[in-house]
C-alpha cells in the first residue's frame, strides 16, 4: 500500500508492506490548486519513481481542496498511470490528521501553507470550517502570516518609519530593497501561495526574537485556527479531541499556546498537537474503510 499526503508546498509519499513503511520520500506540491496539472504530475512521476509503483494494491491519499468528487477523481486520475489496477482513495487531508493523531472521532485542524478544520462525531457525521484557498480563508497559515508580513511593511512604509526586523528580513529573502516593491512582487505570477507561505518563517523567527508584532500575528494565528476548530466541534456536538497538526501546527510553540489558550475560553480542553505526521494516518483509514 501507498499513502500520500499532498499539500500546498510538498507531496509525501510512504510506501507500505505489512504496516511497515519501507520508502518514505518527498517532492514538490501534486496539488492542483496549486500546481499546474502538468507539474502535479511531473512530480507525482517522480515520487513513484523513487518510492515504486506497479503492482500496489492500494493507495490512499489526502490532499487539500479536495471538496468534490470531481476533485476527488481529478487527482485520482493523476495517480492512476503509476498504479495500474490499485484501488484509489482520495480524501481531503484533514482526515488524515485525524487518523494520525489515533482518533476515529474528533476534529483535525490543518496549519500548513493553508488551513482548515474537519471533524467526525460518533453517529458519522461530518463537519467542515474554512478550508476556502487563499483568495477566500486560509487564515492562520502560513500563506495568511507571509502576506501579514508584507502588509506590515507596507504599513509602516505609508507611516514613514523605518523598515524594523521584520521587514529588514522580509526584503533580504525577497532580494528587494525597499517596501514598495514588494507591492508588485506580491502581484507577481513569479511568485505564488508556496513563495509567501514560506516567508511565514520570518515572522516566526521575529516572534522568537521578541518582536512584538510577530508575536501579536502568531497569537493571531492560533485564535483563527481555534476557531475554525470551534465552528467543527459545535456543529458535531462533542467535546473532543481537537487535534493540531501541519507544520505550523506541529512546530511553533506559540501557535500552539494561542490556540489552546483561545479553545479553553471556549471550553474545550482535550486538544492534542500531533505527533507523528499525517501520512501515517492512512493505516487506520484504511483498516477503517475495510
Not at 79 to 100: K, Q
Not at 110 to 139: Q, V
Not at 167 to 183: E, F, H, M, Q, V
Request: hydrophobic share 45%; charged share 20%; glycine share 14%.
Amino acid at each position: 500500500m501507498i499513502g500520500l499526503d499532498i499539500g500546498g508546498t510538498k507531496t509525501r509519499g510512504v510506501r507500505f508492506e505489512g504496516g511497515t513503511p519501507v520508502a518514505d520520500e518527498s517532492v514538490g506540491s501534486s496539488n492542483v490548486q496549486n500546481v499546474s496539472p502538468e507539474e502535479a504530475a511531473r512530480n507525482l512521476a517522480e515520487l513513484f519513481g523513487r518510492i515504486g509503483g506497479g503492482e500496489v494494491a492500494q493507495v490512499y491519499a489526502g490532499a487539500g481542496g479536495i471538496d468534490t468528487d470531481d476533485d476527488a477523481a481529478a487527482l485520482a486520475a493523476l495517480i492512476a498511470p503509476h498504479v495500474p489496477g490499485a484501488r484509489i482513495t482520495v480524501v481531503h487531508d484533514s482526515r488524515l490528521l485525524l487518523a494520525a493523531g489515533g482518533a476515529s472521532t474528533g476534529v483535525a485542524v490543518i496549519a500548513g501553507t493553508g488551513s482548515a478544520a474537519w471533524g467526525r462525531n460518533g453517529r458519522g457525521e461530518e463537519a467542515r470550517a474554512g478550508g476556502w484557498g487563499y483568495l477566500l480563508g486560509d487564515e492562520g497559515s502560513g500563506y495568511w502570516l507571509g502576506r501579514e508580513a508584507v502588509r506590515h511593511s507596507l504599513r509602516r512604509m505609508n507611516q514613514g518609519l523605518e523598515p524594523d526586523e521584520l521587514t529588514r528580513a522580509l526584503l533580504a529573502s525577497c532580494g528587494a530593497d525597499d517596501p514598495n516593491k514588494l507591492i508588485a512582487m506580491f502581484h507577481s505570477p513569479a511568485t505564488g501561495r508556496r513563495f509567501w507561505a514560506q516567508q511565514a518563517r520570518l515572522v516566526v523567527e521575529a516572534a522568537d526574537a521578541g518582536h512584538a508584532p510577530s508575536q501579536a500575528l502568531i497569537d493571531q494565528a492560533g485564535r483563527d485556527l481555534a476557531d475554525l476548530a470551534a465552528q467543527s466541534v459545535r456543529q458535531l456536538g462533542i467535546e473532543g479531541p481537537v487535534i493540531l497538526g501541519s507544520g505550523l501546527g506541529m512546530n511553533v510553540p506559540r501557535l500552539q499556546e494561542s490556540f489552546r489558550a483561545a479553545l479553553a475560553v471556549a471550553g474545550i480542553t482535550d486538544v492534542r498537537v500531533l505527533a507523528q505526521e499525517p501520512v501515517f494516518g492512512v493505516l487506520q483509514l484504511v483498516a477503517e474503510q475495510d
